[in-house]
């Protein structure tokens, strides 16, 4: 049986945790600053949990954890 492979664009994306779940960063907090708000630009800077519908399909990317 050949090796299972890790999708490499989500292994830049997603941590798991030590519970077991996946964390990742949200989108559009990098450029572009000034015309956001400072209330979404704090929420943005927050580290999000994979809710349990896409937690399947996070599992199969990454395989070896």
Do not use: E, W
Not at 10 to 39: D, E, N, Q, V
Not at 48 to 55: E, F, I
């Amino acid at each position: 049986m050949p090796k299972i492979k890790t999708c490499r664009a989500a292994a830049k994306r997603f941590k798991k945790t030590g519970s077991g779940k996946y964390k990742f960063r949200k989108s559009h907090s990098s450029h572009i600053l000034t015309k956001k708000s400072t209330k979404r630009k704090r929420s943005l800077r927050l580290d999000n949990m994979v809710d349990q519908d896409n937690m399947k399909a996070v599992r199969r990317m990454l395989p070896n954890g």
